[in-house]
């Protein structure tokens, strides 16, 4: 794996003055890095946490929330790309504020694959809003070999271990990259999801640095019980 030389470099601070990755605010981004993922990608960060106890969503949470499950025929797409945008905007400005905008260390971002019918697919609209110039995305690259829906109606002690492993990626040659590939979703929970894709990543292009990026965190920075 590549030595992360943007952490050691990293002069970044956050908005409470606090170098890059060690504000205990839980409306800070935050480092989805440990032991058990020193294999999988060379850093992940998360916006912010998810919530900020039971039944209490941080402001970026309550938007995710809202994004996701509001089925109101009160709140109209537009609102609710406006919210998206709110999100994508603070990514945006967390990645610039992580990685020198002119040298990114990733050409190419991708998603999971949604797995249902939404008014607004949030990885996927973060990805549009990231993507563009030096950085291309990889849509509908990701194939799973069980639907999610089949996985999830199963036991949920065993839908981490098949997740990690039930992507492919079908990358198209002209997305080949050759900086890194970023790896964008809404919340990091358990760590299956990104690792299945992380995977599936490496093994098309097994000397291609991985990044991750979310939207949230939930628990302590998620429990990567999938690894």
């Given amino acids: 794996m590549v030595e992360n030389r943007w952490g050691l470099e990293r002069k970044a601070r956050c908005k409470c003055d606090f170098p890059a990755g060690t504000c205990a605010s839980i409306e800070c981004p935050h480092p989805l890095n440990s032991r058990e993922t020193s294999t999988l990608w060379i850093e992940g960060w ?5 919530s900020s106890e039971p039944y209490k969503k941080t402001r970026i ?6 994004i996701k499950y509001d089925k109101s025929p009160s709140y109209s ?5 406006s919210d998206a945008k ?5 990514i945006i ?10 040298d990114l260390p990733f050409d190419l971002c991708l998603c999971p694959p949604s797995h249902e019918v939404k008014p607004l697919d949030l990885p996927d609209f973060i990805c549009r809003a990231i993507s563009g110039g030096s950085v291309k995305y990889a849509e509908k690259t990701l194939i799973e070999r069980i639907p999610l829906t089949t996985i999830k109606a199963g036991p949920k002690e065993d ?3 098949k997740l990690v492993d039930n992507f492919v990626f079908d990358c198209p040659e002209a997305l080949y990259p050759s900086k890194g590939v970023l790896i964008i979703d809404d ?4 760590g299956s999801t990104i690792t299945g894709v992380s995977r599936a990543v490496s093994a098309q292009f097994p000397n291609i640095p991985r990044f991750v990026i ?13 690894v």
């Fill in 46 to 50: 998360a916006l912010s946490k998810y």
């Fill in 61 to 66: 949470g309550g938007l995710i929330k809202r």
């Fill in 77 to 81: 797409l537009t609102e609710r790309t």
């Fill in 86 to 90: 709110i999100i994508s905007d603070e």
């Fill in 93 to 102: 400005k967390m990645i610039k504020w992580l990685y020198d905008p002119s």
């Fill in 159 to 161: 839908r981490g271990k």
């Fill in 187 to 190: 919340v990091f929970d358990t």
């Fill in 214 to 226: 979310t939207a949230a965190y939930i628990g302590h920075m998620g429990r990567i019980s999938a």
